[in-house]
């Protein structure tokens, strides 16, 4: 399963057009690959917490923060996700083949 929210929606939209995304994630979605997350209060508050404690951005924060509680692993390149390796799962793409 593939998890999204509206954060990772916004980001996508830096390099692509919202009909390049929707359609892309229509084909994952239709596979029945894909579910969005919804962003609370709660979420928000403790991304705002692991912020402070890593010293991270605010986004990256909350992706930790989502993907700590459907207890997922969050796949990335990017490296300073390893400051909050001992509070959730991250691997490199390739890590996973």
């Known amino acids: 399963m593939i998890y999204y929210s509206d954060l990772v929606y916004e980001e996508l939209l830096e390099d692509y057009d919202s009909e390049t995304i929707s359609s892309l994630f229509q084909v994952i979605k239709e596979d029945g690959l894909l579910s969005e997350i919804r962003i609370g209060r709660t979420e928000l508050f403790k991304a705002k917490n692991l ?8 986004s990256d924060a909350l992706h930790a923060v989502l993907t700590k509680e459907k207890d997922v692993i969050l796949v990335t390149r990017d490296k300073h996700f390893l400051r909050v390796s001992r509070f959730i799962r991250v691997k490199k793409p390739e890590e996973l083949i």
């Open 51 to 58: 912020q402070k404690k890593f010293g991270i951005h605010f």
